[in-house]
């Protein structure tokens, strides 16, 4: 989902790049209409001219002393002369030229009607019985620069336009998406433990009906984990008072029996009475873990939750454990402090029943905030490693257990915003095992 494009951005881009593709169409198109007008205009230009300079010409010529003389044109006042133009004879004798004119743009014979070659635009016409022949040229050069100063004058809006067309389609895209920009926010705001219906205000018509059904899917769903937590607890917190005094009464029977098949039978029952027991009690956890309210009201320091951890493990269960605390006065996190008491039991717990005996258990907390239960023991396969968050699994081990421990550990992570990693072996050594949890801030 990281690589997922903004619906901003791409209706932003997307019609920028539209108005800016529909301009250029534009451009193009009305470049080559105007163009075409403009040819055939200035070719209506240079027809006029021809005939006009011809009809006077004729005149000219006629009213010389010699007719067969080449007379040039003289000019009134300096210019830039855009259209140069040779009277000539039947027999192709020049008689007639303009002040500035080139004879080598001209052919060798004189040619009727327009025609294009590489530098200039040509038009030939004749008088009197096709006894005198005109040619008038004009530069192609001055004709392409006044299609590039067109195209100029039309492209350079684009240089304001884009800019202007990007911010106000940018600003009319976000205010339109207003109410869905609302929408996520308020998605990207919660935790995975908060399912009430999401607050959804000024949305488009057609993204109504997917709250709705977000709304609806989040209330069913709310409503099946409330009905497993209750079921949990409840069931958890009803056996806890018959499976104690039915403990009580088999720890009796116990004492009072004599040794023989009687009184073995009797601690194996205390011995399952007591896994029962201990069943319940993670049951009990495991509701809370997913139940919410993960997160305290405030940051604390978990120095000394940890502390009080290590400490009764250390008293109650004379546990070989190694407590390495950071150098800072204290540690802050947003984790509800018995929501971090449990997970810390429940990692130190399968710490303790699952590494090696004669090997310490190591808890270390960082300055960071990385609260850290490593203990010794062969290496666990990475297939087994993947499943041990799971509820009722179990490593391919002897020890005791319900398989929850890891479970809650993982609940409580999840719902409080931390991330619990697993490692075997464990970070720096070639074997044991590691479990590291980033504590949120």
């Known amino acids: 989902m990281n690589d997922a494009t903004s619906l901003q951005r791409r209706l932003g881009l997307g019609l920028t790049?539209?108005?800016t593709l529909l301009w250029l169409v534009a451009t193009t198109v009305t470049t080559l209409v105007v163009e075409h007008t403009l040819n055939k205009t200035l070719d209506s230009a240079l027809e006029e001219t021809s005939q006009r300079i011809?009809?006077?010409?004729?005149?000219?010529?006629?009213?010389?002393?010699?007719?067969?003389?080449?007379?040039?044109?003289?000019?009134l006042r300096p210019h830039e002369e855009y259209i140069t133009y040779l009277v000539r004879g039947a027999d192709g004798i020049p008689l007639l030229i303009s002040h500035d004119v080139d004879l080598s743009?001209?052919?060798?014979t004189p040619q009727l009607g327009l025609r294009s070659t590489a530098t200039h635009r040509l038009y030939g016409t004749s008088a009197v019985s096709d006894t005198f022949f005109i040619e008038v040229a004009e530069p192609l050069t001055y004709r392409r620069r006044a299609t590039r100063e067109m195209l100029t004058m039309l492209l350079l809006p684009l240089v304001v336009l884009v800019p202007l067309s990007l911010i106000g389609i940018w600003w009319f895209v976000r205010h339109s998406l207003g109410g869905?920009?609302?929408?996520?926010?308020?998605?990207?705001?919660?935790?995975?433990?908060?399912?009430?219906?999401?607050?959804?205000k000024r949305l488009p018509k057609e993204l109504v009906p997917v709250a709705e059904a977000v709304d609806q899917l989040l209330a069913r769903l709310r409503r099946a984990l409330e009905a497993e937590r209750s079921f949990t607890a409840n069931s958890a917190h009803e056996l806890r008072t018959p499976l104690a005094a039915a403990l009580a009464q088999v720890q009796r029977l116990r004492r009072e029996a004599p040794p023989g098949p009687l009184h073995d039978r009797a601690g194996r029952i205390e011995a399952s009475l007591r896994d029962l027991s201990r069943l319940s009690e993670k049951l009990m956890q495991l509701a809370?873990?997913?139940?919410?309210?993960?997160?305290?009201?405030?940051?604390?320091?978990?120095?000394?939750?940890?502390?009080?951890?290590?400490?009764?493990?250390?008293?109650?269960?004379?546990?070989?454990?190694?407590?390495?605390?950071?150098?800072?006065?204290?540690?802050?996190?947003?984790?509800?402090?018995?929501?971090?008491?449990?997970?810390l039991r429940n990692l130190i717990e399968n710490a303790?029943?699952?590494?090696?005996?004669?090997?310490?258990?190591?808890?270390?907390?960082?300055?960071?905030?990385?609260?850290?239960?490593?203990?010794?023991?062969?290496?666990?396969?990475?297939?087994?490693?993947?499943?041990?968050?799971?509820?009722?699994?179990?490593?391919?081990?002897?020890?005791?257990?319900?398989?929850?421990?890891?479970?809650?550990?993982?609940?409580?992570?999840?719902?409080?915003?931390?991330?619990?990693?697993?490692?075997?072996?464990?970070?720096g050594r070639r074997d044991g095992f590691e479990a590291s949890l980033w504590l949120p801030l």
Do not use: C, W
């Not at 743009?105 to 060798?108: D, M």
């Not at 004669?358 to 297939?383: C, F, H, K, M, Y």
């Open 288 to 343: 809370k873990a997913e139940s919410g309210g993960l997160l305290a009201e405030a940051p604390r320091d978990v120095l000394p939750i940890v502390t009080h951890v290590v400490d009764d493990f250390r008293r109650t269960f004379e546990a070989r454990l190694e407590l390495s605390l950071p150098e800072e006065e204290q540690v802050v996190s947003s984790i509800d402090p018995d929501a971090l008491a449990i997970l």
């Open 180 to 200: 869905l920009l609302a929408y996520r926010r308020a998605l990207e705001a919660r935790n995975a433990g908060d399912l009430s219906p999401v607050e959804a």
């Open 54 to 75: 011809l009809s006077l010409a004729v005149v000219e010529i006629f009213n010389r002393e010699s007719s067969d003389l080449l007379q040039q044109v003289a000019s």
């Open 352 to 427: 303790l029943k699952h590494g090696q005996q004669d090997q310490p258990v190591e808890v270390v907390l960082s300055n960071e905030g990385v609260l850290r239960v490593i203990n010794a023991g062969t290496v666990v396969p990475a297939e087994d490693l993947a499943r041990l968050m799971d509820r009722f699994t179990r490593a391919n081990t002897r020890a005791g257990g319900s398989g929850l421990g890891l479970a809650i550990a993982h609940a409580i992570a999840e719902g409080s915003g931390a991330s619990l990693t697993l490692s075997s072996p464990a970070v």
């Open 17 to 19: 790049l539209g108005v």
């Open 105 to 108: 743009v001209f052919p060798e």
